[in-house]
């Protein structure tokens, strides 16, 4: 714990103007982002005496070792840049709000030559137009699904697409009349992308003049007696109301605005916002934080708007936000919500009448989903404390294991051997520091072993060897891991790194022989202060390190469930790696060795010969009959394939009878 008088600045150090402020730990990583009209006075609320500080302020200024600012000429610049370095350096102390699922939105592709209709989730992409985001994906299948009838835009993949450009045939949705067919010509490109304009359009809002266009076309279709086009006409406009009805109306004028409600209490918030486009609710979407930084409403509400359009632009950040408390700063959030739009946006509180009321109606969202979210941790929390203290107790831990990595190798037969690694942090995944490994037979530079047989004890001595290596490396040159074995520039201090942290508990697949490799890799590398254990499938023993016995854990005990978990995580994670690698060398062909043999003149042969089998039995002579073969190609096929070895034949296991290879090879 650091005392924060051994890196307070003195007073006239700190530049009395607008500025982001970073605090720093002992390995540089950055703790605590902010931003202050004036950094002075701002700095100096820190090193008060730590009686007077918020606990977590005080938890804080107590990790850091280090703070630094950066001037700006403006507050907007300020929060701009804020949100930036928040996004960037990833803060332990600032409040993040973290969604706990993706929301699916309806997508346009605007940015390609046929624009599509699809559901898409994630990171935005330019030149796509975004709606939503809604609860379910399957609700924007049904909307679009109504839509289609009037605006038969393209829903199909790129490689759906080129095979009907390819055959000259729509698909099933060109024929009943919910696409119109760019693939085969029968709207041009201009045309189809009007359709996709018009759909833009209704999706954002507009929806009264497609209606009213379509009841004239109707009735003039009726007066012509054109009864089937009027009756096609009326069945249009009918799935275009069920589309609306979907969303319900709640604000009589039209209004394009979000609503941000919060619910709070001293350790945690819940932030709810509806998205209303046209006076409709188009989306809705959540999140619960924790409160690790001294915040009060206003704060939340400053950083609730930093999240939703700290990457948004244009039309996705509406004319009007409501908020159920103004930000401190509102004159520059407000100008730096309008710069992302490019016209004024108002930010304000509603007073009275249906935005009042609506407003309301999302503090109740809020609030439901902070007693639901705390009625779910609680019980987690529990279960997962209590898991971590047996395992503590079971395996004669100083502590409970907060940070455990799994390891598991995975093998056919000797063949694409690989191993993988999973993360469990608090009793939970964590997906984003998972890491595969392909097993080399080596550790350092000296060789170890071919990566032949199956021999999975060499192998986690391999893996664990690697991992930890690679650790020490780094953190004796840094302080810090980096994957590429570069020094890292001072500048670029801060950032999340991988395998940040090592771990209090190292958990293998298997038994007395593999923890036995995973500790002398350990030993090797001089690394004492991490536990060791193994988990055997066979009756669910936990194996340490030196002992003749295993330690049964209770079948009905936490310790044991979360053990399990984690290698059973790790375990489906190598199978899948190993699974593509030998999907990969499956689909590999002696060809592949050919210097200078492309795909094209590849399918050439086996198209001429029928198989690889047949081409090897070919001469040189016969091979240069093929179209585009040379004899100098020709002699290097003849090579390549006398070089590698036939696959063994197959055989019928019901009669026993060796089955003749006369099938066409994957070239």
């Not at 796509?128 to 985001?133: C, D």
């Not at 009213?212 to 003039?220: A, D, N, P």
Request: charged share 30%; with cysteine; net charge neutral.
């Amino acid at each position: 714990m650091a005392d924060p008088s051994s890196y307070r600045p003195k007073p006239g150090q700190i530049p009395d103007s607008p500025g982001v402020y970073k605090f720093r730990d002992e390995h540089r990583r950055v703790i605590y982002v902010g931003k202050a009209k004036s950094l002075r006075q701002r700095l100096a609320n820190y090193f008060q005496p730590l009686t007077s500080l918020h606990p977590r302020t005080a938890t804080m200024v107590t990790t850091a070792a280090s703070v630094e600012w950066t001037v700006v000429s403006t507050e907007v610049e300020a929060l701009q840049l804020e949100y930036s370095w928040i996004k960037e350096y990833d803060p332990r102390f600032n409040v993040k709000y973290r969604d706990d699922k993706s929301y699916p939105y309806l997508a346009v592709t605007m940015n390609e030559e046929f624009p599509r209709v699809q559901v898409l989730r994630g990171h935005k992409k330019k030149g796509v137009r975004y709606f939503g985001p809604y609860a379910h994906a399957w609700a924007i299948r049904e909307t679009v699904d109504l839509m289609l009838r009037v605006f038969p835009v393209r829903t199909c993949s790129a490689g759906v697409f080129r095979n009907a450009a390819s055959a000259g045939r729509p698909c099933l949705l060109g024929y009943i009349g919910k696409c119109s067919a760019p693939c085969v010509g029968r709207v041009t490109p201009e045309e189809h992308r009007e359709l996709a304009e018009e759909f833009s359009d209704f999706m954002a809002g507009r929806t009264g003049t497609y209606i009213r266009r379509l009841e004239k076309q109707m009735m003039i279709a009726a007066e012509d007696m054109e009864y089937e086009k009027a009756a096609r006409l009326r069945d249009d406009i009918e799935a275009l109301r069920r589309a609306m009805e979907k969303s319900a109306v709640v604000l009589a004028d039209a209004t394009d605005a979000d609503l941000i409600a919060l619910a709070e209490d001293e350790l945690e918030a819940a932030v709810q916002i509806f998205h209303v486009r046209g006076g409709r609710v188009r989306g809705q979407r959540g999140w619960v934080t924790d409160k690790v930084e001294a915040v009060d409403t206003a704060g939340l509400v400053e950083h609730a708007i930093q999240q939703l359009y700290g990457e948004e632009s244009g039309d996705a950040v509406p004319k009007e936000v409501l908020v159920p408390a103004l930000p401190d700063d509102t004159g520059a959030v407000t100008a730096w919500l309008s710069g992302r739009r490019g016209s004024n946006v108002s930010l304000r509180i509603p007073q009275r009448g249906d935005k009042k009321d609506l407003m309301e109606t999302v503090a109740r969202n809020a609030q439901q989903a902070l007693v639901l979210h705390k009625t779910k941790r609680a019980s987690d929390l529990t279960t997962r404390s209590r898991a971590l203290e047996e395992i503590a107790e079971a395996l004669d831990l100083d502590s409970a294991p907060l940070r455990i990595e799994c390891f598991d190798i995975s093998h056919l037969q000797g063949e694409d051997v690989v191993a993988s690694m999973v993360v469990f942090e608090d009793g939970l995944p964590r997906k984003s520091e998972y890491r595969r490994f392909q097993i080399k037979g080596r550790v350092g530079d000296t060789q170890v072993w071919h990566g032949e047989g199956q021999d999975d004890v060499r192998s986690m001595h391999e893996v664990i060897s690697r991992r930890f290596r690679r650790y020490l490396l780094e953190k004796e040159k840094t302080g810090e891991w980096d994957p590429e074995g570069v020094v890292e520039d001072p500048d670029e201090a801060g950032r999340p790194k991988r395998f940040a942290y090592p771990p209090q508990l190292v958990v293998v697949d298997g038994g007395q022989p593999q923890v036995a490799a995973a500790r002398r890799a350990l030993d090797e590398l001089g690394i004492s202060d991490i536990a060791v254990c193994g988990l055997a499938k066979r009756l669910e023993e936990v194996w340490l390190p030196g002992d003749d016995d295993p330690v049964v854990l209770p079948r009905s005990s936490e310790g044991l469930y979360l053990l399990q978990r984690v290698r059973d995580t790790a375990h489906d994670f190598a199978i899948r790696y190993q699974r593509s690698k030998r999907t990969k060398r499956i689909r590999t062909s002696p060809l592949d060795a050919v210097a200078g043999l492309g795909d094209t003149r590849k399918q050439a042969l086996i198209k001429h010969f029928g198989s690889v089998k047949r081409l090897r039995q070919a001469t040189i002579e016969q091979i240069c009959e093929v179209p585009g073969m040379g004899r100098k190609t020709a002699e290097a096929v003849v090579v390549a394939l006398a070089q590698a070895a036939p696959a063994a034949p197959a055989v019928n296991t019901a009669t026993g009878e060796i089955m003749e290879d006369d099938g066409g090879g994957t070239a």
